[in-house]
């Protein structure tokens, strides 16, 4: 079993920052892909950033896009999600995901079906 761990949600403010990290510790397969997915109260899974373990190609949702950095430390297998002027509506809980399959467009990793390992996810609030 493979839970990768997040860690650094919390409460802020609008225009305040946080950093997430998701570290795999001692993982048994190939990682193709690192994404961060967040759900909102009421609302469903929603795409926010991944990056390509190959190419370190990054993707991000139009909503993040410009704000959220998705960035990796490749010598201990940590991702990290730098999210700046946060808005009210990023309010969510946060998702790492490890995917491990290979598709040939980046658009397969903009849907959690593509991702097979889930960690239990941290909670980011900003208040208005």
């Known amino acids: 079993q493979v839970q990768p761990p997040e860690s650094g949600g919390g409460l802020v403010q609008a225009g305040g920052s946080l950093r997430l990290s998701c570290t795999v510790s001692?993982?048994?397969?190939?990682?193709?892909?690192t994404g961060w997915f967040r759900q909102a109260p009421g609302q469903g899974l929603e795409f926010v950033a991944t990056i390509m373990r190959r190419s370190g190609n990054t993707y991000y949702s139009k909503s993040v896009k410009g704000r959220f950095t998705i960035s990796r430390d490749n010598a201990d297998n940590t991702v990290y999600l730098q999210m700046n002027s946060l808005k009210p509506e990023d309010t969510a809980v946060y998702f790492c995901a490890v995917s491990t399959l290979s598709y040939p467009n980046s658009n397969y990793y903009y849907t959690g079906r593509t991702y097979g390992y889930w960690g239990h996810g941290t909670q980011v609030t900003v208040s208005s």
């Open positions: 001692g993982p048994t397969f190939t990682c193709y892909a």
